[in-house]
């Protein structure tokens, strides 16, 4: 993510997706108001310095014909050669395909970083998530009412 493509993804989020699905919750009135849109360039421009700044994250675009269609990000956790993953696409762009793609790119990003592990978190209720995970050769299981999923990047991907 850059100052290129934060705009282009602001517009996705905002026609496409609800603001708590795609960025932390924040004090603003309700939907896509000046000040939510605000704070979510806020959010993205932190991570612009990566793995090694301040938040610890580094985020990226997901294209399609060149176009934005949601981001991907990975955070370092506290445990060492670990980072957690978390997306998300445009409604336009969701059941293509491009998920399971763009976390084999977050997943071959993050070895390049010397991790080993990736781990995401989603619920039961998002089957769309626990399919991309599982693409991914994600182990899956469920706590709490959540579903976690561990990726070991020592072992090759699955094909598609």
């Known amino acids: 993510m850059d100052e290129r493509n934060l705009e282009p ?3 996705v989020a905002a ?5 708590e699905d795609v960025m932390p919750p ?3 009135p309700a939907g896509w108001s000046l000040a ?7 959010f993205h421009r932190a991570s612009f310095t990566g793995l090694d700044g301040p938040t610890r994250t580094r985020m990226y675009a997901i294209l399609a014909g060149g176009e934005v269609v949601g981001m991907v990000r990975m955070t370092r956790c506290e445990q060492p050669g670990t980072v957690e993953t978390g997306m ?6 969701r059941g293509q ?13 993050a070895a390049a970083a010397g991790m080993r592990t990736v781990v995401a978190e ?3 209720d998002n089957p769309g998530a626990i399919s991309v995970l599982r693409k991914c050769g994600a182990r899956l299981r469920e706590d709490g009412g959540k579903v976690r999923a561990e990726m070991c990047l020592d072992s090759a991907l699955p094909a598609l």
């Open 9 to 11: 993804l602001l517009s």
């Open 15 to 19: 026609a496409e997706a609800e603001p």
């Open 26 to 28: 924040v004090d603003a």
């Open 36 to 42: 939510r849109r605000e704070a979510f360039r806020d």
């Open 88 to 93: 998300w696409l445009g409604r336009s762009a």
């Open 97 to 109: 395909g491009l998920g399971a793609a763009a976390l084999r790119e977050l997943l071959n990003a």
């Open 122 to 124: 989603t619920t039961p």
